[in-house]
């Protein structure tokens, strides 16, 4: 049985979420307070509301307790993102996620019991800056306010060395827990086994080691 999904703020992240998560075969419902954008996913989405989710009554009659994860993608309207989430704890939804404005946002919503926030506009600038500072990293996902997961093109510094010679949990404190080698992905490599160019090495650790290691590939 797929699992049922509430989007809540039918904006760009919000409308993404929805549309991925209809791709991916899941029961989406869809609702915003503007009756353009509902009506934009009236015809993909398994239901599409307008609703003004700041009204608890809203949320009971359309049964987002029996929902197994709701998504709140309010845009700019932090008072009714934070007032929606809260009603959500209150009539005891499962599984909220919610998009956050800035950290104070955050603050707010993890004390009122979000379980998870998320801050699309400035995960992505970081992931963007990774990207045009250092020719090697492919991609860069943010794990906690320290730790972060990336992935490093194999350049010709590295290339034909191993594991074992480049030695970077000591050196560097990274932990590298894949390889992807075409459409290949090698979990637990080989230390012995030399690394090829354009390889992509899968690599987590505090985000002041990738900073380092990132420079010495530069450099």
Same mark, same amino acid.
């Given at each position: 049985?797929?699992k049922?999904?509430?989007v809540i703020?039918?904006g760009r992240f919000?409308?993404s979420?929805?549309?991925?998560?209809?791709e991916q075969g899941?029961e989406?419902?869809?609702?915003?307070v503007?009756e353009e #954008?509902?009506n934009?996913?009236?015809?993909?989405a398994?239901h599409?509301?307008?609703?003004?989710t700041?009204?608890e009554?809203?949320?009971k009659?359309?049964?987002l #307790?029996?929902?197994d994860?709701?998504i709140?993608?309010?845009g700019?309207?932090?008072?009714?993102s934070?007032?929606?989430?809260?009603?959500?704890?209150?009539?005891g939804?499962?599984?909220?996620?919610?998009?956050?404005?800035n950290?104070?946002?955050?603050k707010?919503l993890?004390?009122i019991g979000?379980?998870?926030?998320v801050h699309p506009?400035?995960d992505?600038g970081?992931?963007i800056?990774?990207?045009?500072?250092s020719n090697?990293?492919?991609?860069y996902?943010?794990?906690s306010?320290?730790y972060?997961?990336?992935?490093?093109?194999?350049?010709e510094k590295?290339?034909?060395k191993?594991l074992?010679?480049?030695?970077? #949990?000591?050196?560097?404190?990274?932990n590298?827990v894949?390889?992807?080698?075409? #459409?290949?992905?090698?979990?637990s490599?080989?230390?012995a086994d030399?690394?090829?160019?354009?390889?992509?090495?899968i690599?987590i650790?505090?985000?002041?080691?990738i900073?380092r290691f990132?420079t010495?590939?530069m450099?």
């Open positions: 049985m797929n049922q999904f509430a703020g039918l919000g409308g979420i929805c549309r991925e998560l209809l899941m989406v419902l869809a609702m915003d503007d #954008r509902v934009e996913f009236a015809s993909i398994t599409a509301v307008i609703a003004d700041t009204d009554n809203v949320l009659n359309l049964g #307790r029996n929902f994860h709701v709140v993608a309010i700019e309207d932090i008072q009714s934070i007032l929606t989430t809260l009603m959500l704890k209150e009539i939804v499962k599984h909220i996620t919610v998009k956050a404005q950290d104070y946002h955050e707010v993890r004390k979000a379980d998870h926030v506009e400035r992505m970081r992931r800056a990774h990207y045009i500072v090697n990293v492919l991609d996902l943010e794990l306010d320290e972060s997961i990336v992935e490093i093109k194999v350049n590295l290339a034909g191993s074992i010679e480049l030695d970077v #949990r000591a050196k560097y404190g990274l590298i894949a390889i992807k080698r075409k #459409r290949e992905i090698i979990v490599p080989a230390a030399p690394l090829l160019l354009e390889d992509i090495l690599v650790g505090a985000d002041s080691d900073n990132e010495k590939l450099n």
